[in-house]
């Protein structure tokens, strides 16, 4: 009869082996879809990122623009008082 019991407690022992693999597999499908959750949020944020970045830049275009423009102006109304000063 010990071979049968011996049987009995492999057959078990393959049972519990079993249900451990099963429970590591759900975890990792479980992980996996987590994963897959995370890229999807990552890659919005990302794009998100992208498009306050590019709008950030087109602002500071268009200060700088505006600045050079300024500047240009200053430059000439400089110029054109040196020019009155110069002649009384």
């Given at each position: 009869?010990?071979?049968?019991?011996?049987?009995?407690?492999?057959?078990?022992?393959?049972?519990?082996?079993?249900?451990?693999?099963?429970?590591?597999?759900?975890r990792v499908d479980?992980?996996?879809?987590?994963?897959?959750?995370?890229?999807?949020?990552q890659a919005e944020?990302?794009?998100?990122?992208?498009?306050?970045?590019?709008?950030?830049?087109?602002?500071l275009e268009q200060?700088?623009?505006?600045?050079?423009?300024?500047?240009?102006?200053?430059?000439?109304?400089?110029?054109?008082?040196?020019?009155?000063?110069?002649?009384?």
């Open positions: 009869m010990r071979g049968f019991s011996d049987y009995l407690a492999g057959m078990e022992l393959l049972e519990q082996l079993e249900q451990r693999i099963f429970a590591l597999l759900d479980a992980l996996a879809a987590e994963n897959a959750t995370l890229k999807q949020a944020e990302l794009s998100s990122l992208a498009e306050e970045n590019h709008s950030l830049r087109l602002e200060e700088r623009s505006i600045n050079q423009s300024a500047s240009a102006r200053l430059t000439d109304i400089l110029h054109r008082i040196r020019e009155r000063t110069e002649h009384e």
